[in-house]
Protein backbone atom coordinates (compact mmCIF):
# COMPACT_ATOMS: atom_id res chain seq x y z
CA UNK A 1 0.00 0.00 0.00
CA UNK A 2 1.21 3.90 -1.03
CA UNK A 3 1.63 5.94 1.80
CA UNK A 4 -1.20 7.77 1.18
CA UNK A 5 -3.35 5.15 1.47
CA UNK A 6 -2.18 3.65 4.92
CA UNK A 7 -2.47 6.86 5.97
CA UNK A 8 -6.07 6.99 5.09
CA UNK A 9 -6.64 3.66 6.62
CA UNK A 10 -5.17 4.75 9.60
CA UNK A 11 -7.12 7.83 9.73
CA UNK A 12 -10.14 5.64 9.17
CA UNK A 13 -9.23 2.92 11.93
CA UNK A 14 -8.41 5.95 14.81
CA UNK A 15 -11.42 8.85 13.61
CA UNK A 16 -13.67 7.85 10.92
CA UNK A 17 -14.40 4.28 11.85
CA UNK A 18 -13.26 4.06 15.64
CA UNK A 19 -16.18 3.32 17.54
CA UNK A 20 -17.00 0.53 14.71
CA UNK A 21 -17.51 -2.71 16.53
CA UNK A 22 -15.62 -5.74 15.34
CA UNK A 23 -15.20 -8.86 16.98
CA UNK A 24 -16.58 -7.46 20.52
CA UNK A 25 -14.14 -4.61 20.32
CA UNK A 26 -14.08 -0.87 18.74
CA UNK A 27 -11.58 -0.82 15.61
CA UNK A 28 -9.56 1.69 18.01
CA UNK A 29 -9.90 -1.07 20.96
CA UNK A 30 -7.94 -3.75 18.42
CA UNK A 31 -5.53 -1.01 17.06
CA UNK A 32 -4.40 0.68 20.44
CA UNK A 33 -4.16 -3.13 21.45
CA UNK A 34 -2.04 -4.51 18.61
CA UNK A 35 -4.97 -6.77 17.31
CA UNK A 36 -3.80 -6.67 13.90
CA UNK A 37 -5.18 -10.14 12.86
CA UNK A 38 -8.67 -9.07 14.07
CA UNK A 39 -8.09 -5.23 12.16
CA UNK A 40 -6.75 -7.21 8.98
CA UNK A 41 -10.38 -9.41 9.31
CA UNK A 42 -12.63 -6.91 9.18
CA UNK A 43 -10.96 -4.89 6.40
CA UNK A 44 -11.19 -8.12 4.56
CA UNK A 45 -14.74 -8.59 5.02
CA UNK A 46 -17.70 -7.83 2.67
CA UNK A 47 -18.75 -4.45 3.57
CA UNK A 48 -22.27 -3.76 5.51
CA UNK A 49 -24.42 -2.33 4.43
CA UNK A 50 -23.15 -3.41 0.93
CA UNK A 51 -20.89 -1.27 -1.45
CA UNK A 52 -20.86 -2.47 -4.97
CA UNK A 53 -18.23 -1.79 -7.18
CA UNK A 54 -17.29 -2.41 -10.75
CA UNK A 55 -15.06 -4.80 -11.73
CA UNK A 56 -11.98 -4.46 -14.10
CA UNK A 57 -11.78 -8.06 -15.19
CA UNK A 58 -15.38 -9.21 -16.74
CA UNK A 59 -14.07 -12.46 -18.49
CA UNK A 60 -15.59 -12.76 -22.26
CA UNK A 61 -17.19 -16.45 -20.80
CA UNK A 62 -18.91 -14.51 -18.26
CA UNK A 63 -19.77 -11.45 -20.24
CA UNK A 64 -20.94 -14.34 -22.81
CA UNK A 65 -23.09 -16.16 -20.02
CA UNK A 66 -25.27 -12.90 -19.91
CA UNK A 67 -26.65 -12.73 -23.63
CA UNK A 68 -30.53 -13.34 -23.70
CA UNK A 69 -30.76 -15.35 -27.26
CA UNK A 70 -34.21 -14.52 -27.72
CA UNK A 71 -33.76 -10.76 -27.77
CA UNK A 72 -30.03 -10.57 -29.04
CA UNK A 73 -31.14 -12.54 -32.39
CA UNK A 74 -33.94 -9.62 -32.99
CA UNK A 75 -31.13 -6.76 -32.36
CA UNK A 76 -30.00 -5.25 -35.66
CA UNK A 77 -26.54 -6.67 -37.11
CA UNK A 78 -24.70 -3.61 -36.06
CA UNK A 79 -25.84 -3.98 -33.01
CA UNK A 80 -24.99 -7.50 -32.63
CA UNK A 81 -21.33 -7.24 -34.30
CA UNK A 82 -20.51 -4.34 -31.86
CA UNK A 83 -20.92 -6.72 -29.27
CA UNK A 84 -18.59 -9.24 -30.96
CA UNK A 85 -16.08 -6.44 -31.32
CA UNK A 86 -16.29 -6.06 -27.65
CA UNK A 87 -15.79 -9.73 -26.79
CA UNK A 88 -12.33 -9.62 -28.80
CA UNK A 89 -10.85 -8.85 -25.45
CA UNK A 90 -9.80 -11.41 -23.01
CA UNK A 91 -11.14 -9.28 -20.49
CA UNK A 92 -13.76 -6.59 -20.23
CA UNK A 93 -13.06 -3.13 -17.79
CA UNK A 94 -16.70 -2.34 -16.18
CA UNK A 95 -14.51 0.69 -14.06
CA UNK A 96 -14.16 2.56 -17.23
CA UNK A 97 -16.96 4.58 -18.04
CA UNK A 98 -17.14 4.46 -21.58
CA UNK A 99 -17.16 0.44 -21.76
CA UNK A 100 -20.39 1.16 -19.36
CA UNK A 101 -22.34 2.85 -22.43
CA UNK A 102 -21.26 0.64 -24.65
CA UNK A 103 -23.73 -1.87 -22.79
CA UNK A 104 -26.27 0.50 -22.78
CA UNK A 105 -26.10 2.11 -25.70
CA UNK A 106 -25.78 -1.72 -27.70
CA UNK A 107 -28.92 -3.18 -25.56
CA UNK A 108 -31.17 -0.41 -24.90
CA UNK A 109 -34.38 -0.64 -26.62
CA UNK A 110 -35.57 0.24 -29.19
CA UNK A 111 -33.88 -2.45 -30.71
CA UNK A 112 -31.76 -3.78 -27.76
CA UNK A 113 -31.97 -6.47 -25.47
CA UNK A 114 -33.05 -5.28 -22.03
CA UNK A 115 -32.18 -8.44 -20.12
CA UNK A 116 -28.70 -8.94 -21.95
CA UNK A 117 -28.19 -4.85 -20.35
CA UNK A 118 -29.59 -6.10 -16.81
CA UNK A 119 -27.81 -9.51 -16.94
CA UNK A 120 -24.53 -7.45 -17.82
CA UNK A 121 -24.73 -4.92 -15.61
CA UNK A 122 -25.14 -7.70 -12.45
CA UNK A 123 -22.05 -9.83 -14.05
CA UNK A 124 -19.55 -6.43 -14.08
CA UNK A 125 -20.49 -5.34 -10.60
CA UNK A 126 -19.18 -6.87 -6.88
CA UNK A 127 -19.80 -6.60 -3.36
CA UNK A 128 -16.91 -4.26 -1.76
CA UNK A 129 -15.14 -5.77 1.39
CA UNK A 130 -14.27 -2.70 3.76
CA UNK A 131 -10.99 -1.95 2.42
CA UNK A 132 -11.83 -1.98 -0.81
CA UNK A 133 -15.35 0.25 0.24
CA UNK A 134 -12.73 2.95 1.68
CA UNK A 135 -10.71 3.31 -1.26
CA UNK A 136 -13.29 3.82 -3.50
CA UNK A 137 -15.04 7.01 -5.15
CA UNK A 138 -18.58 8.14 -5.10
CA UNK A 139 -21.23 5.75 -6.83
CA UNK A 140 -21.34 6.15 -11.15
CA UNK A 141 -24.32 4.03 -12.60
CA UNK A 142 -24.95 2.16 -9.51
CA UNK A 143 -21.61 1.11 -8.44
CA UNK A 144 -17.89 2.74 -7.26
CA UNK A 145 -14.29 2.22 -8.43
CA UNK A 146 -12.05 1.35 -5.92
CA UNK A 147 -8.44 2.10 -6.49
CA UNK A 148 -7.76 -1.20 -4.36
CA UNK A 149 -9.94 -4.34 -6.35
CA UNK A 150 -9.40 -7.19 -4.86
CA UNK A 151 -6.65 -6.49 -2.64
CA UNK A 152 -6.55 -7.93 0.75
CA UNK A 153 -5.20 -6.13 3.99
CA UNK A 154 -2.50 -7.85 5.41
CA UNK A 155 -1.01 -7.50 8.99
CA UNK A 156 2.17 -6.26 7.81
CA UNK A 157 0.22 -3.37 6.00
CA UNK A 158 -1.50 -2.52 9.59
CA UNK A 159 2.30 -2.50 11.02
CA UNK A 160 3.16 -0.06 8.30
CA UNK A 161 0.52 1.99 8.69
CA UNK A 162 1.74 2.60 12.36
CA UNK A 163 4.78 4.84 11.24
CA UNK A 164 2.86 7.19 9.26
Request: glycine letters at 4%; aromatic letters at 8%.
Amino acid sequence: MTTAQLQALKTDITVTHANTVFQGLTLLQLWTGFDFANLALYYNTAASPQVDLWRPNVTRTEASKCIAAGEFMSMPVARQNTWFAILQTETIDATNTTVRQNFSDLFTNPNGSPTTLANLTAAAKKAASNLESLFSGAPVGGARVSEVYGQTLTVQDLVNAITV
